[in-house]
């Protein structure tokens, strides 16, 4: 199993520019999440899909942010236009069992986002 | 008051020794608990869940204290490689949950 796959590792971009971060899920499983991760504000969660349909996007900072899953093997997190605000450790998450408990999550291995 | 709250640390303890974090949460519809470990500049990892009646894996303790809002994570025999930050994690609700991450408890073992 190769686990959650992210890309890229890291990403350094100018304000103002657009980011695209990716995530493949451990096939089978049917919950994503997306994560940020900060010194100041520890673990974020940004928005969390059940089989492919957005569940809970309260998290999402603001218009900026945007994030689709087109299939149950892949997800996108966009920020456009990126600010330095943005800057942190992005992660996304696979689970199984949807919304129901007793579920822990495996978490992939980062996106280091600066905006410079 | 935050719904999840852990002691940052750090606590720094001996190789050998037993070292015990808690975690309490405010809300009483939790019901899932889990511990997270997680490396520096890596990702969480899942450690253990805990279970009402607690749980034991290795060296590793959970226990639920539901009357008293509270789980805690027990590690005996420490190791170096036990030091990382050890995060608390609570699920809210059964259908349309919540999960709350606390902001971790940083563990330095020390030869």
């Known amino acids: 199993d190769a686990g959650v796959i992210q890309s890229p590792r890291h990403e350094v971009t100018e304000m103002g520019q657009e980011v695209t971060l990716r995530c493949k899920p451990i096939?089978?499983?049917?919950?994503l999440f997306w994560y940020r991760q900060t010194m100041m504000r520890g673990l974020e969660l940004l928005i969390y899909f059940n089989n492919n349909v957005p569940i809970d996007d309260s998290g999402m900072p603001e218009d900026r942010f945007s994030a689709k899953m087109p299939n149950a093997s892949f997800s996108t997190l966009k920020i456009q236009p990126s600010e330095p605000r943005d800057s942190a450790v992005y992660f996304c998450?696979?689970?199984?069992?949807?919304?129901?408990?007793?579920?822990?999550?495996?978490f992939g291995s980062g996106t280091r986002l600066t905006v410079v | 008051r935050k719904e999840v709250e852990q002691d940052p640390g750090p606590f720094n303890v001996p190789e050998g020794a037993t070292v015990a974090f808690n975690c309490t949460y405010s809300n009483s519809a939790s019901q899932s608990f889990f511990w997270y470990r997680q490396d520096c500049r890596k990702e969480p990892k899942l450690l253990m869940s805990v279970y009402s009646s607690g749980n034991e894996d290795g060296r590793f303790t959970a226990q639920l204290n539901r009357a008293s809002q509270y789980i805690s994570l027990l590690i005996r025999d420490s190791k170096l490689s036990d030091s990382a930050t050890y995060l608390c994690?609570?699920?809210?609700?059964?259908?349309?949950?919540?999960?709350?991450f606390g902001a971790g408890t940083r563990l330095f073992v020390k030869a």
């Open positions: 998450a696979s689970s199984t069992g949807g919304d129901r408990g007793g579920y822990g999550y495996t």
């Open positions: 994690v609570v699920k809210i609700g059964t259908g349309g949950f919540k999960t709350i």
């Open positions: 096939s089978g499983h049917n919950s």
